[in-house]
């Protein structure tokens, strides 16, 4: 409980001797002197004290009774008391508001440091997904180049392999035609020419023989060609599949771009209202910092003021025992 000080003023005419009846005349009571009489100052924690120092001054208890202004400024003096009490009862309610107020800004604070932290490893995770699916896709460009490259080489030999089967047509037609006209002379100069026909068959049996490997030839060309279109088929097919899995890739990469501009705008305006609570968070410490050293400021000068009205009070204390000494002997 903080003290409440207390004048008490006590005249006695004894202390100075008896006074001049013009002097008593001309000075109104109002306007005596300090040497007219005593100046009390006390500091009380209570009532009780401020008995004791009564007492302790031998002041009459029938006086203080019957004192016309004792019970009021007794009534007045208790009022004060409560008044200073629910004073210091509603600063220390104003601290500890302060101090939870403090510990809600720190907390937000640390919480918004951490989801700051959080959106920036999130960005930095998008970003390291964007750059693998870059790689991916100039992989998948690149292997598609070479797809082409060798679907036109394919291209190239199968054009090559149909020019010798259209040779090797030409060449069985030819031999056809010349067979057809030798057996057309042999029927006609058969008679006159048997030895002929005896070389011409052996001829016949030659070029059978020719054109059976020739024959040969051409079935093991049609067989290349066929596994050639098979294999140019199957290329086709591949080159279909890759052609499909670079459009889905394609898809995948404008999807996630797609998501890496949304979530910057996300980034954005969460670091826009991160950034306007931090600000009102701001000024927010900054009034109850401001409120914290006013009544910080506030204490100390009650602080000093009870140290000096501390001090009066033993010089008074003092001066009222040697005024004691002088009164009672």
């Not at 100052?41 to 019957?66: F, N, P, S, Y």
Request: one cysteine or more; aromatic letters at 4%.
């Amino acid at each position: 409980m903080e003290s409440v000080g207390v004048k008490v003023w006590w005249f006695d005419r004894s202390i100075d001797g008896p006074m001049d009846r013009r002097k008593r005349r001309s000075r109104p009571s109002s306007h005596r002197r300090p040497s007219d009489g005593i100046k009390l100052e006390a500091h009380c924690e209570d009532l009780l004290a401020l008995v004791r120092i009564l007492v302790g001054l031998r002041i009459d208890r029938a006086i203080m009774a019957d004192s016309s202004g004792f019970q009021e400024r007794l009534q007045e003096l208790t009022d004060t008391l409560q008044h200073r009490k629910h004073l210091l009862e509603a600063e220390k309610q104003m601290q500890s508001i302060r101090q939870l107020a403090l510990q809600e800004a720190n907390a937000k604070l640390d919480q918004i440091q951490r989801l700051t932290h959080d959106m920036k490893n999130k960005a930095e995770d998008m970003s390291s997904t964007i750059g693998r699916l870059e790689t991916q896709r100039g992989a998948v460009h690149a292997r598609l180049d070479d797809i082409l490259h060798e679907t036109r080489l394919l291209a190239e030999q199968i054009i090559d392999l149909e020019q010798q089967k259209d040779s090797a047509s030409q060449f069985y037609e030819k031999n056809k035609e010349e067979m057809q006209t030798h057996q057309r002379r042999s029927q006609e100069h058969r008679s006159e020419l048997e030895l002929e026909i005896n070389k011409l068959e052996k001829q016949m049996e030659e070029l059978q023989r020719s054109s059976s490997e020739r024959k040969r030839q051409i079935s093991e060309i049609d067989a290349a060609i066929e596994a050639e279109e098979e294999k140019r088929q199957k290329m086709m097919s591949t080159k279909e599949e890759v052609i499909h899995e670079i459009a889905s890739n394609s898809k995948k990469v404008e999807k996630a771009e797609a998501a890496l501009e949304h979530a910057k705008g996300d980034i954005k305006r969460i670091e826009i209202q991160l950034t306007a609570d931090v600000r009102a968070r701001t000024e927010q410490v900054t009034f109850l910092r401001r409120e914290n050293e006013y009544w910080e400021d506030q204490v100390f000068q009650r602080m000093r003021k009870r140290t000096q009205l501390q001090r009066d009070l033993e010089i008074l204390e003092n001066r009222v025992a040697e005024k004691s000494k002088v009164l009672y002997g």
